[in-house]
């Protein structure tokens, strides 16, 4: 178990997809689908400042629309289906990727927010190590 803050945004991004704490990376981010809980049952940051509103549902549109858009093409020009083919395949898939997306959107960008401070979130960093006396150029030196 580690309880380390983490060394750099991608690491609290990719936290935050994986729907965990973004501070400890351990703790469960939602209490429901997209309701996230109120503190980290492990490190107990405060979840409630974050402000996530419509901002992961535009995330999850946008890759939608960018994934199927090829998918589209491909299938109007390889393959000869009626628009009722294509309904039945597009818009199921569509909406699955849509669902499939939305937590973990929410997730990073709850990480997002605490990494950089945002809403009311402190902003917190893990402490460089101090080298040990003698064990930089600098040290030796005095």
Do not use: N
């Not at 629309?65 to 009626?82: C, E, R, V």
């Not at 950089?116 to 006396?133: C, D, I, N, V």
Request: proline share 8%; charged share 20%; hydrophobic share 50%.
């Amino acid at each position: 178990m580690s309880l380390a803050l983490p060394a750099a945004y991608s690491q609290a991004a990719l936290r935050g997809l994986r729907c965990r704490c973004p501070r400890c990376g351990e703790g469960r981010l939602f209490r429901t689908w997209l309701k996230p809980l109120e503190r980290c049952p492990v490190c107990t940051l405060d979840l409630t400042p974050q402000r996530a509103d419509d901002f992961p549902a535009y995330i999850a549109m946008i890759v939608t629309g960018h994934l199927m858009a090829p998918l589209i093409i491909a299938l109007s020009k390889d393959f000869h289906l009626g628009p009722a083919a294509m309904f039945a395949i597009l818009i199921p898939l569509a909406v699955a990727m849509m669902i499939g997306m939305l937590q973990p959107a929410k997730g990073t960008v709850i990480a997002t927010q605490w990494w950089f401070g945002m809403h009311g979130f402190r902003k917190e960093r893990a402490l460089a190590a101090e080298p040990e006396p003698g064990e930089s150029g600098e040290a030796a030196r005095k």
